[in-house]
T-cell receptor, first 113, second 113 residues
Framework: QKEVEQDPGPLSVPEGAIVSLNCTYS??????FMWYRQYSRKGPELLMY????GNKEDGRFTAQVDKSSKYISLFIRDSQPSDSATYLC?????????????FGQGTELSVKP | KAGVTQTPRYLIKTRGQQVTLSCSPI?????VSWYQQTPGQGLQFLFE???????NKGNFPGRFSGRQFSNSRSEMNVSTLELGDSALYLC????????????FGPGTRLLVL
């Protein structure tokens, strides 16, 4: 079993829809949780990061972490065609563990005009 | 600030050869991490360098190695290339004190024939 599980999709939604992306994990030592967006043939771009449990909002994006359920989510409101990309969750453990991020497989999102 | 740069962007090699990839981090960043991305395995951590020292290492064979220079630029080397080494190799840079804020470069796409 992988440490981080993410549904690869593909997920197709109409423009303006609310998108929900999710990851589950097994390692209770994870404390830092991130979402990256990766466009085709590009490197991942950091969207959101959260420490421990809770919610964080940035514009149309909201990240949620539920450590008790080992479950994290990213919500995208008013989705746009430009949001079409692969979304990767990533997480890490202790603060000084030396840059090692564990990634989910990524969910491919397509927003149709 | 300029982002993370990686050279070359594309590379074709044959089995048995070796290859060296280069990464220049964001100015002021002292940590450089390397990842391998493939369709089957996703993004996997190779190693991380901080102030010229390897701080963490993933589960890759010894054919994969790296180093960091005093100006924080980093190189990774793969010796005795195998077909399975075909992948996108991504470099991520971080200030080094807050490990979760990793910023990725565009990657080097390596094809081994």
């Amino acid at each position: 079993q992988k440490e981080v599980e993410q549904d690869p999709g593909p997920l197709s939604v109409p423009e303006g829809a609310i998108v929900s992306l999710n990851c589950t994990y097994s390692n209770s030592a994870f404390q830092y949780f991130m979402w990256y967006r990766q466009y085709s043939r590009k490197g991942p771009e950091l969207l959101m990061y959260t420490y421990s449990s809770g919610n964080k909002e940035d514009g149309r994006f909201t990240a949620q972490v539920d450590k008790s359920s080992k479950y994290i989510s990213l919500f995208i409101r008013d989705s746009q065609p430009s949001d079409s990309a692969t979304y990767l969750c990533a997480m890490s453990g202790a603060r000084n563990q030396g840059g090692k991020l564990i990634f989910g497989q990524g969910t491919e999102l397509s927003v149709k005009p | 600030k300029a982002g993370v740069t990686q050279t070359p962007r594309y590379l074709i090699k044959t089995r048995g050869q070796q290859v060296t990839l280069s990464c220049s981090p964001i100015s002021g960043h002292r940590s450089v991490s390397w990842y391998q991305q493939t369709p089957g395995q996703g993004l996997q951590f190779l190693f991380e360098y901080f102030s010229e020292t390897q701080r963490n290492k993933g589960n890759f064979p010894g054919r994969f190695s790296g180093r960091q220079f005093s100006n924080s630029r980093s190189e990774m080397n793969v010796s005795t290339l195998e077909l399975g080494d075909s992948a996108l190799y991504l470099c991520a840079s971080s200030p080094g004190t807050v490990q979760e804020t990793q910023y990725f470069g565009p990657g080097t796409r390596l094809l081994v024939l």
